[in-house]
Each structure stands twice: as structure tokens, then as C-alpha cells.
């Protein structure tokens, strides 16, 4: 061991020079390329991420830094998100410049691609079509290959009575079976708590507050996530987070991931039946859309379970760093103002 290496103070105006090192390149670099840098400047040893993937393949299970640690200069120098050459990135963020108010996704880095966001209303109706697309889910009648049998059996009527004397009729062994048969007999008595919600009137104003209030939750969930994982290794590659926000009958599910902006998209929506003589239809399709969630939530769970590239302490501190770059979600805003009412 050298003698720099006992001395506490030169120790520790190394770390410090490795520190600002990593701070003013990591932006900028790919995580391997930052790495091989670091460790040629310092005179240090190989590290773990410098070998050969380590048996990993590149994709999911690998990231590099600028698309997977959302700094505001990683995603102006690798736009990752594009539409037919558009940089979709670029534009997100020349319409970010002049969106900058308190009540406004774009000012926390989210590209709102709801069909009525400001930002949406900016591009192409082409574009548009495509940017509004999640992820297709996985195919739920393979993974539950009774559901399609079991429904047409079930929801024979739109009248819930007759669909409640159907679903009785079927074995509870099957899973789909048994987790129908409890939602509908469950109706009856959260049908009466829904209606008596309604009566309080939610408004417009009530609705985007929760929308707003809920992206920014997202936002916040998967910055937790990222940093939990950099930790000890490389975050895999389209990590997602999904939410749900109901206003009167109708629930929206919502899914938010980072390709050089976080992307806010609704895949899902469905309508929860007020009265017993219009149930079968809503009904379901709301059990389609609940079950497309679980599916796609199982998927992403799947995703995290993936083999990551495990990291040496130096890499660590390298990814720790650049982690701490992510701005963090503006302070929440005291109100929300109202929507001008219409004459």
C-alpha cells in the first residue's frame, strides 16, 4: 500500500478529486465509458463493469447512463425518444422552455401524453397517434386461457341479476371463476357506496388535481426505484411505473417511463356500471382492463427480477452521483387555479 494511502488527508483529497470527476463527467458519458475514464485518470485497477458485460447481453439488462438517469444534460446529449426522425425529446423540451408555470407536468421533466394535454395539443395528429401508445400488454386469454369461456358464460346479460345466477353456475376451483363471482357479488353493495359518492359532485377542478397530484407521485416512484437499484447495480433498461385516477364512473390507468423525458401515457380506461340494469357490458370490460393491469404489472415485476451487471464500489459511487443529478419534483403548489367557466 502506498504511502498517500495512509495518510487520512491525502485519502481524503483523493476521494474528493474522483467525487468532482464524476460529477462533471457523468452527465455526458456512457456509464462505461465514464468508468474506463475514471479508472485510467486515477491509475486504478480494472473494474467489474470494465469486463466484458460479464456474461450479460446488452438490453434490458443493461443501461447506460444517459438513458437511465434522467439529468437534464444526459437528455439533451442522448435523445432517445424519436417518431419518424422526429426528436421527440428536443421537442419536449422546447415546448418545456415556455411551460414552466406552477400547475404544469412539463416543469418536472413529464411529457404529458394524455389526449388533452397542453403538450399533446402541440403535435402532429400523426405523431400524436403514435406517442399515445404504451407498451402493448401481454396476451391475457394465453396467460388465463379460461377467461374468454368463463365470461361469454357469465355476462350472458346486461341485467345483473342474470349475470349474478350465471356466475353461481361455475366451478370456484378456477381462479377466474372464483375472482368474478366475488366482484359481482360485491356489486350490489359497492354499487350503493359509488352512487352515494356521486352525489357530491365531483368536479373538473377535483379531477386534475388528482391527475396532477398522481403523475408527480409516479414520478417520484420511479426516481425512488432508480436510486434503490444504483445502489448496488445497473437499473435495467424501460423500468415503468402505473397509477389510477377515477372521476365519477370511469377509472384511468396511467403508466410513466423514462426515455430521455418521462413519459406520462394512459393505456386503459373503463367504466364502472351505476345501476343493474346496464352491468354486463361495463362489467366486462372493466374485469378485462383489471386483469391487462395485472398482467402488465407481473410483466414489470418480471423485468426487475432480470440479472443485473452488479457493480464495484467505484462504479457505485459513479452511478450513486450521477443518481443524485435527477431533479427532484418542483414543491407542490397551494392551489389549483379554476377553469373559466363557459357562457
Known amino acids: 500500500m502506498s504511502k498517500r494511502f495512509l495518510d487520512n488527508k491525502s485519502m481524503e483529497q483523493e476521494y474528493e478529486e474522483r467525487r468532482q470527476f464524476i460529477r462533471q463527467n457523468a452527465p455526458s458519458m456512457e456509464l462505461k465509458t465514464l468508468t474506463k475514464r475514471f479508472f485510467a485518470k ?6 467489474s463493469i470494465d469486463k466484458e458485460n460479464q456474461g450479460t447481453e446488452p438490453g434490458d439488462a ?23 426522425d422526429i426528436d421527440m425529446v428536443q421537442k419536449f423540451h422546447d415546448f ?14 413529464i411529457a404529458d401524453l394524455m389526449y388533452d394535454s397542453s403538450f399533446c395539443q402541440t403535435l402532429d395528429p400523426t405523431v400524436l397517434s403514435i406517442v399515445r401508445r404504451a407498451e402493448p400488454a401481454p396476451n391475457i386469454y394465453e396467460r388465463w386461457p379460461t377467461l ?7 355476462f350472458v346479460s346486461n341485467s345483473y341479476d342474470e349475470v349474478a345466477c350465471a356466475v353461481r353456475s361455475e366451478s ?9 363471482f366475488v366482484i359481482i357479488m360485491a356489486y350490489s353493495y359497492h354499487s350503493r357506496r359509488t352512487e352515494a359518492a356521486l352525489i357530491h359532485y365531483p368536479t373538473l377542478e ?19 426505484h432508480v436510486r434503490s437499484v444504483s445502489s448496488l447495480a445497473v437499473p435495467p433498461r424501460g423500468l415503468a411505473v402505473f397509477g389510477s385516477v377515477s372521476f365519477k364512473d370511469e377509472t384511468k390507468l396511467l403508466r410513466m417511463d423514462f426515455q430521455g423525458a418521462f413519459r406520462l401515457q394512459q393505456f386503459d380506461l373503463f367504466v364502472i356500471p351505476l345501476n343493474k340494469s346496464d352491468f354486463g357490458n361495463k362489467m366486462r370490460a372493466a374485469v378485462i ?3 391487462e393491469l395485472a398482467a402488465r404489472l407481473h410483466q414489470e415485476v418480471e423485468r426487475r427480477r432480470q440479472p443485473s451487471i452488479t457493480l464495484g464500489y ?3 459511487v459513479a452511478l450513486a452521483d450521477a443518481s443524485r443529478l435527477i431533479e427532484k419534483t418542483t414543491s407542490t403548489p397551494t392551489k389549483i387555479p379554476k377553469t373559466p367557466k363557459k357562457k
Open 42 to 47: 486515477f491509475d486504478l485497477q480494472s473494474s
Open 62 to 84: 443493461s443501461v447506460f447512463m444517459p438513458t437511465s438517469i434522467p439529468s437534464e444534460n444526459a437528455q439533451k446529449e442522448f435523445p432517445v425518444w424519436s417518431v419518424d
Open 96 to 109: 418545456r422552455a415556455g411551460n414552466q408555470g406552477p400547475f404544469s407536468l412539463a416543469r418536472d421533466g
Open 148 to 154: 374468454g369461456p368463463i365470461c361469454d358464460r357469465v
Open 172 to 180: 370456484m376451483r378456477d381462479p377466474i371463476a372464483a375472482y368474478l
Open 206 to 224: 377535483k379531477r386534475r388535481q388528482d391527475e396532477f397530484k398522481l403523475a408527480r407521485a409516479m414520478r417520484d416512484s420511479w426516481i425512488s
Open 289 to 291: 382492463s383489471c386483469l
Open 314 to 316: 467505484y462504479d457505485r
